[in-house]
């Protein structure tokens, strides 16, 4: 009788286990500027998906590579793409080279403070910025105000991006403020009215997006759905999903959904654009 009893009580704890284990759980890791975006996935995923646990968190695409890299995640994600080394270390502990996802398109958003009289600026003169040749707004028909500059730290995908891409490989100028996320340089920059920053298009809330020219004789442009389509926005770049291997089953099944008009409207929704 006490046995039986004991198997009663057992049963639904064990039971309880055995749901727990059969559960899909996918972890992903990386990207800030795309950390809104994942967490939207995941969710929307996950309702539809009940059986499946998508975890994310941010820290920044390197973080998220060298995390892949560890085995301590499923997937990163990264603002730009990965590097020759990191691809060495994928292959010398997995004999791959990693699978590359393109799952959507970015316009990197030039801020600055909504009282700001700028509106457009050239990518020279926003790398004469940010490489500290340009001190100061009357310098490119502002005020008479010290340039105050914001930037993310050098874990993130957009720092290397808009160092390789707008700053063409020159380093940062010394008095750049290096912020822990996108969010961090918005609010930095809606308190500052001398301040500029630069981020993802989803995150442009309370500031003004500069109009970016490719040069003093092009007109400037905005980030938005056209302009990324066109690829008329100088500095636009895509999003990765990042993997050791070929995806299977329930990961295989999330991508999928990421890439599918579903996924890819979520995408739009939350500030970014789809990727085909």
């Known amino acids: 009788m006490k046995k039986n009893l004991l198997a009663t009580i057992l049963t639904p704890v064990l039971l309880g286990a055995m749901v727990v284990n059969a559960a899909q759980v996918i972890t992903v890791k990386g990207s800030d500027t795309m950390v809104i975006l994942a967490q939207r996935w995941a969710e929307a995923y996950m309702a539809?998906?009940?059986?499946?646990?998508?975890?994310?968190?941010?820290?920044g695409s390197g973080v998220g590579l060298a995390a892949l890299v560890n085995g301590a995640t499923d997937i990163a994600t990264s603002s730009r793409p990965m590097k020759s080394s990191e691809m060495n270390q994928l292959k010398e502990r997995y004999a791959?080279?990693?699978?590359?996802?393109?799952?959507?398109?970015?316009?990197?958003?030039?801020?600055?403070?909504?009282?700001?009289?700028?509106?457009e600026l050239t990518i020279e003169q926003i790398k004469d910025i940010y490489t500290g040749k340009i001190t100061n707004w009357?310098?490119?028909?502002?005020?008479?105000?010290?340039?105050?500059?914001?930037?993310?730290?050098n874990s993130s995908g957009t720092f290397a991006y808009f160092r390789d891409n707008v700053l063409m490989g020159k380093d940062y100028a010394p008095s750049t403020q290096h912020m822990p996320g996108t969010a961090a340089v918005v609010n930095a920059v809606s308190r500052d009215k001398n301040g500029i920053g630069y981020g993802g298009a989803a995150y442009a809330k309370g500031v003004k997006e500069i109009a970016v020219?490719?040069?003093a004789g092009t007109p400037g442009i905005k980030p938005t759905a056209e302009s990324i389509k066109a690829g008329?926005?100088?500095?636009?770049?895509?999003?990765?999903?990042?993997?050791?291997?070929?995806?299977?089953?329930?990961?295989k099944a999330f991508i999928d959904w990421v890439l599918s008009a579903e996924g890819q409207a979520i995408a739009t929704k939350v500030g970014y654009f789809p990727a085909k």
């Not at 502002?142 to 340039?147: E, L, W």
């Not at 008329?232 to 990961?251: D, F, K, Q, V």
């Open 48 to 59: 539809k998906h009940p059986g499946t646990t998508i975890q994310v968190t941010g820290g």
């Open 96 to 119: 791959s080279l990693g699978v590359e996802v393109k799952t959507a398109k970015d316009g990197i958003t030039v801020y600055v403070s909504e009282s700001n009289p700028v509106s």
């Open 138 to 153: 009357k310098q490119v028909g502002g005020q008479d105000s010290k340039i105050i500059m914001y930037g993310r730290e």
């Open 213 to 215: 020219k490719k040069n």
């Open 232 to 251: 008329t926005y100088p500095i636009s770049r895509y999003l990765y999903l990042y993997l050791r291997s070929r995806p299977a089953g329930e990961t």
